[in-house]
């Protein structure tokens, strides 16, 4: 059977890299550590790798709620603890009566940095502290060169895990019903937009589907996508559970408030 029919055509090189691993761990019986992979890419592991009687597939990103996380395969008699997914955390405050930071700044910072997103996990900002998950291996570069963001000098510097804070945002999740599984449809029930308006935010790439930019209003929603629109934030399809007797699809869908 072709696993590629079941998944998106530009997913196909993270399918062939995933295929990659499992050869590797079944051929040499060590453990493969990923980077850090979005919810979408962690999906499509678990969903390559299945119920693999000769694997045993985890993940981890730094904390029970991340977003972002490391898997570790390995051959099925491996025991694998929190500590072998090499995850750091740095954090730095600044001040906030000052001057505002966001998500955006820091990401933006430490991209300028030279940093690949692969290499970085969750980012969290709780009033004047800001923490950020990375490669262990990536602490001393950070602690050394990221000294600003925005006008903000900062000093980061590694913690234990157990100190991360949790953010405030929280996923408000939410029924309905959608004619289609469009990317325009799905985004006029979570915004409560009209077609139109969400086809317009969608050419003129203001909308992402798992942080690409998709510019195709016709483009298929699947199950666990995570989507951005400019100055509206984030939500995801969180889940697809079938349809109605009039060919309606119920979805479950959350927005980040």
């Known amino acids: 059977m072709d696993i590629y029919q079941h998944f998106r055509k530009e997913e196909q090189a993270f399918i062939d890299q995933v295929l990659a691993w499992k050869e590797e761990v079944e051929q040499t019986y060590q453990r493969k550590l990923t980077d850090f992979l979005d919810p979408r890419e962690q999906y499509i592991l678990s969903s390559v790798i299945g119920n693999h009687p000769d694997m045993n597939l985890q993940f981890f990103g730094g904390y029970e709620e991340s977003e972002r996380k490391r898997a570790i395969l390995a051959p099925f008699y491996e025991e694998i603890y929190k500590e072998d997914f090499g995850i750091a955390l740095v954090q730095s405050q600044f001040a906030r009566k000052f001057i505002q930071i966001n998500h955006r700044d820091v990401l933006g910072a430490l991209m300028s ?17 800001i923490q950020a998950l990375t490669d262990e291996e990536l602490i001393s570069f950070l602690e050394i060169h990221l000294t600003g963001i925005k006008k903000a000098r900062l000093q980061f510097k590694s913690v234990p895990l157990k100190f991360i804070q949790s953010s405030s945002e929280k996923w408000h999740t939410q029924e309905g019903t959608v004619s289609s599984l469009r990317l325009d449809t799905v985004l006029k029930e979570i915004y409560n937009q009209s077609r139109n308006k969400t086809s317009e935010w969608i050419q003129k790439g203001y909308v992402k589907v798992n942080y690409r930019v998709v510019e195709n209003p016709a483009f298929q929603m699947e199950e666990g996508d995570i989507i951005s629109v400019r100055k509206k934030g984030r939500s995801k399809l969180i889940e697809i559970s079938g349809q109605t007797k009039k060919d309606k699809w119920r979805i479950i869908t959350g927005i980040l408030k």
């Open 113 to 129: 940095l030279g940093m690949k997103r692969k290499k970085l996990g969750d980012i969290m900002i709780v009033e004047d502290t």
